[in-house]
């Protein structure tokens, strides 16, 4: 158990709707990062949050977005969904290590 | 973009210790080495991390060159449970910073 909690573990959804992940680090940790992972794809960092600000940003789409809440849990949000945003979403918390949650598999029907 | 360098691929024989390289030329003075693994799709797990004197835990050894230019990540009897996909990071000692994940190398066990 790396102490990384992340909601939905699974999720079925249509063309044009919107979700939310939702992850909760572990105790003490800062830094929430999210990463999509596609099939048979490596990590695709998405975005970072310290402390409640955007730290850094990779290749996350304009449909999506996420925030840090003031008791440090994250969620990302993912909006006008289209076939090729199924994949794991994996969301990740740091002080001097990271830790990854389970991960959230999206498939868009 | 990753600031490491490693062979996309691996096998190594059930048993016998598995050596896998990075290359990190362009590290600098504050910047640690990480080893992270994905089993299959699992989140990634954490290995071993380092600054400039080798590591070792229970799971592995780090073995860092002196000019800190590459390492190597050593399972020292690898078991077909070893068989993942692994990553080397470099990441400054800031924990604000991030960890960048590049495509890393897939191990195969071989039996």
């Known amino acids: 158990d790396s102490g990384v909690t992340q909601t939905p573990k699974h999720l079925i959804t249509a063309t044009g709707q919107r979700v939310t992940l939702r992850c909760s680090p572990r105790s003490g940790d800062l830094s929430v990062y999210w990463y999509q992972q596609s099939l048979d794809q490596g990590l695709q960092f998405l975005i970072q949050?310290?402390?409640?600000?955007?730290?850094a940003k990779g290749n996350i789409l304009e449909r999506f977005s996420a925030q840090q809440f003031p008791d440090l849990h994250s969620e990302l949000n993912l909006s006008s969904l289209e076939l090729g945003d199924s994949a794991l979403y994996f969301c990740?918390?740091?002080?001097?290590?990271?830790?990854f949650g389970e991960g959230s598999r999206l498939t868009v029907l | 973009d990753a600031k490491t360098t490693q062979p996309p691929s691996m096998d190594c024989a059930e048993g016998r210790a598995a050596n896998l390289p990075c290359n990190h030329s362009t590290i600098s003075g504050n910047e640690y080495v990480y080893w992270y693994r994905q089993i299959h799709s699992q989140g990634p797990q954490y290995i071993i991390h380092g600054l400039k004197n080798n590591e070792t835990n229970e799971m592995a050894s780090l073995i860092i060159t002196e000019d800190r230019k590459s390492s190597t990540l050593i399972l020292p009897h690898a078991t077909l449970r070893d068989t993942a996909v692994y990553y080397c990071?470099?990441?400054?000692?800031?924990?604000?910073?991030?960890?960048?994940f590049g495509p890393g190398t897939r191990l195969s066990v071989l039996p």
């Open positions: 990740a918390s740091s002080g001097e290590k990271l830790f």
């Open positions: 990071i470099v990441r400054g000692y800031n924990y604000g910073q991030n960890f960048v």
């Open positions: 949050y310290y402390n409640g600000e955007e730290r």
